[in-house]
């Protein structure tokens, strides 16, 4: 698999021409979504005034949820040739440089049996949107990978209808090494870090929904991760101080919350960005360096996972 230097050398040799075309394209673009931002802001705002006047709150809160709802769709025609030609012309030959075994379909994603199986999220999703499916083998490890936004549907007493995020980011799912026969899950320690170690450590052990609470012999990790286990022998089996050690950097390369889990022949890992990665946005320039980095080590951290792990090699001293 390439690396960062390497990438950013065929980005800047090879992509950078391409990108200068879709700038210019982005920058048309952009003037047209602001005008006719405007322009569909005003008309609302007149409709509003001359046939919505004195009407209860209730009604305005519709208007409201309406011209967004609208609006974003609006807004989403409008970048859909845009947000494709740069998914062709700049995502994909950056994956096929990465590792000439892998596949890209920009509009499919990760099955919703793969994240209910899991067990990361105890919340079942009742939608499942996502794009970007990557799949392939890296060093002969299979590994497939999407952005997913999992949600739960809420009905108040009015039976209006909302949504709440259970998972928004990167979602991959790698075979590993060994079969197991535990249900191993690996979380954020946010409640120590909230509460402190006393009362982290109650909510911890009091988790219901999750089975019985390991305790880890690595300070940073504990401080880092909470895991929860229906084998603790099995837990510490897998998680060696070696592996500990790889998924504590691996946390540190990522800058955002790591979930894992241990299940069967998978390893499953969610990495919570809350935005979709691979989304061009038409009010940046794709010139700037920070951005073109952003995509660069976003796909090869993901992809990057089996290495860091070392998902196809033994682990453990134990057969």
């Known amino acids: 698999m390439k690396n960062i230097s390497e990438l950013t050398d065929f980005y800047y040799k090879t992509l950078y021409p391409i990108l200068q075309n879709l700038e210019v394209k982005r920058k048309k673009l952009k003037s047209k979504i602001i005008n006719i931002a405007i322009g569909y802001t005003i008309l609302v705002a007149i409709l509003t005034l001359v046939f919505f006047k004195n009407m209860p709150l209730d009604a305005y809160i519709f208007i409201a949820v309406a011209y967004l709802a609208i609006g974003g769709g609006i807004y989403k025609y409008l970048i859909k040739d845009y947000t494709a030609q740069f998914k062709s012309f700049i995502i994909e030959p950056l994956i096929k440089e990465i590792d000439s075994n892998l596949s890209y379909m920009p509009n499919a994603h990760i099955a919703k049996e793969n994240f209910t199986r899991s067990r990361i999220f105890t919340t079942q999703p009742d939608r499942l949107r996502g ?115 790889k998924l504590l950097h691996f946390r ?48 090869h951290l993901a992809l990057g996972i089996v290495q860091e792990l070392q998902l196809n090699q033994k682990l453990w001293s134990k057969t």
């Open 131 to 245: 794009n970007d499916y990557i799949r392939g083998k890296i060093d002969g490890i299979k590994i497939e990978l999407s952005d997913l936004h999992a949600e739960k549907r809420h009905k108040d007493s009015k039976g209006r209808t909302s949504w709440s995020t259970i998972f928004q980011g990167l979602f991959i799912v790698c075979e590993f090494n060994k079969h197991l026969k535990s249900q191993t899950v690996i979380l954020p320690d946010s409640a120590q870090n909230t509460f402190g170690s006393l009362i982290g450590n109650w909510l911890q052990a009091n988790n219901i929904g999750r089975n019985e609470l390991v305790k880890m012999d690595n300070t940073e990790f504990e401080k880092k991760f909470v895991v929860y286990s229906n084998d603790q022998i099995e837990a510490r089996y897998i998680l060696t101080h070696t592996l500990m050690n």
């Open 252 to 299: 540190k390369k990522s800058q955002h919350p790591l979930y894992v889990s241990f299940l069967g022949g998978n390893i499953y890992i969610a990495i919570e960005y809350n935005k979709d990665l691979f989304e061009p946005s038409v009010f940046h320039s794709l010139l700037k360096y920070k951005i073109a980095m952003e995509y660069i080590q976003t796909l």
